[in-house]
T-cell receptor, first 115, second 112 residues
């Protein structure tokens, strides 16, 4: 299966710890997007990255959140000093090209729970 | 500004009945529109997309959607519901190519 791979599927952290979420895009895709889904809500855009570059981070909280997509390896969404409000499902998507008509292909998500 | 409104957070239909899930959008440029389906504990799967070609778009699993510019709508339909169609459905609009704007979703229940 060459789909978008996210790990871990479930992650439990205590308040104040760090959470690292990984995303490997579909083969041949160089555009990665991160979204957050809260219960009973749709997906909210967080950040758009292309290899080694952040293209649009307009949806990222200003503090504690960061994302990277290195030349080699998966994209990482990092949340420092987690709080209860960070509990959500985090989805990664990838596309083969940039453009309004390019569908985004989603992974199965990481469900983050904060104790 | 771009946004998506999905009327009806929960829709129930009988097996074999027509499925109609509503989506209205606002966009400052001609929109590209998408419908996705999400099964429990899974990611979103693309059902279909409108990218300024034919206004009636056919997707997977027997679903189709019609783009109506005058009504700013992109409603999703299926002539006959199947039990396996029970899921969460999301409408999305792409304006800049950087991100999708999603509606809050419609949960479809199929009654046997």
């Amino acid at each position: 299966n060459a789909g978008v791979m996210q790990n871990p599927r479930h992650l439990v952290r205590r308040r104040g710890q760090e959470a690292r979420l990984r995303c490997s895009p579909m083969k041949g895709h160089s555009h990665v997007y991160w979204y957050r889904q809260l219960p009973e809500e749709g997906l909210k855009f967080m950040v758009y990255l292309q290899k080694e570059n952040i293209i649009d981070e307009s949806g990222m909280p200003k503090e504690r959140f960061s994302a990277e997509f290195p030349k080699e390896g998966p994209s990482i969404l990092r949340i420092q000093q987690v709080v209860r409000g960070d509990s959500a499902a985090y989805f990664c998507a990838s596309s083969s090209d940039r453009g309004r008509n390019q569908p985004q292909h989603f992974g199965d998500g990481t469900r983050l729970s904060i104790l | 500004a771009q946004s998506v409104t999905q009327l009806g957070s929960h829709v129930s239909v009988s097996e074999g009945a027509l499925v109609l899930l509503r989506c209205n959008y606002s966009s400052s440029v001609p929109p590209y529109l998408f419908w996705y389906v999400q099964y429990p504990n899974q990611g979103l799967q693309l059902l279909l997309k409108y990218t300024s070609a034919a206004t009636l778009v056919k997707g997977i699993n027997g679903f189709e959607a019609e783009f109506k510019k005058s009504e700013t709508s992109f409603h999703l339909t299926k002539p006959s519901a199947h039990m396996s169609d029970a899921a969460e459905y999301f409408c999305a609009v792409s304006e800049s190519g950087n991100q999708f704007y999603f509606g809050t979703g419609t949960s479809l229940t199929v009654i046997p």
